[in-house]
């Protein structure tokens, strides 16, 4: 076994304490392998080996392809940059996709990409499969001026959506009863626990709670609320 793959098997607990509020910059978290050769990943979380939950970002070298998997617990997937594809479609920097339990494909990318992966991470029942580009999809208003919300997906509670904020825009403090999670994908997002620059992970616990606002050039953020401590798919017993 090479010190790569030592390394890559050593991660199968990461940042897995669900009440425990983690921020991660995303830039600062080492390249690991996957088992396919050109496909690497930064962990954010992970409870588990290949198959459980993880939370993580993935890059594909130009040419990389991913062997046939089936979702045994879903996957969510956001591109962050490049074009991911496989035997259905392309889906460019902006996409969301959502793959359900008991779905299967052959991702790859031609030119190169990296994503936003979520695994074993579905609600029972929850089987849609989603593909929104954010370049066409419609911003809704939000709950303040200055707020614009893209809904991605909502299933028994546990809701998820890319929401812009123009500079300066503050919001009302407010309670995550199950839980927020928050990629920043631009600008600046501060709340009273800090200042999140483009690729910092925020992941706030049950019942926390915040009074964010945006920096002088706006933010856009990937949020998902609801999930944490949620009644999910769980993976087979190892
Ligand atoms: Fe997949
Ligand atoms: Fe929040």
Wanted: net charge negative; with cysteine.
């Amino acid at each position: 076994m090479t010190d790569e793959a030592d390394c890559r098997s050593a991660v199968t607990r990461l940042n897995d304490d669900l009440d425990q509020r983690v921020v991660s910059n995303v830039a600062q978290a080492i390249w690991l392998p996957s088992p396919a050769p050109g496909v690497d990943r930064r962990m954010l979380d992970r409870n588990g080996g290949e198959i459980g939950r993880s939370t993580s970002i993935v890059r594909f070298a130009a040419g990389a392809k991913f062997g046939q998997h089936a979702h045994g617990g879903g996957e969510e997937i956001l591109v962050l940059e490049g074009v991911l594809s496989d035997e259905y479609g392309s889906y460019p920097a902006g996409s969301y996709v959502r793959n359900p339990p008991g779905s299967a494909h052959t991702p790859f990318s031609r030119d190169g990409c990296v994503l936003f992966v979520k695994l074993w991470q579905f609600a029972y029942g929850d089987h849609a499969t989603v593909c929104i580009d954010r370049r066409t999809a419609q911003w809704l208003p939000g709950l303040v001026p200055g707020l614009s919300v893209m809904p991605l997906h909502e299933h028994a509670g546990i809701s998820t959506a890319l929401v812009r904020w123009a500079p300066q825009t503050r919001f009302s403090q407010h309670v995550h009863p199950g839980g927020e999670e928050i990629l920043v994908l631009d600008g600046l997002f501060v709340d009273e626990d800090g200042e999140y620059c483009p690729g910092t992970w925020l992941r706030n616990p049950r019942w926390s709670r915040h009074t964010p606002f945006a920096g002088p050039e706006g933010a856009l953020i990937y949020v998902k609320v609801g999930h944490l401590g949620a009644d999910l798919l769980q993976p087979p017993a190892a």
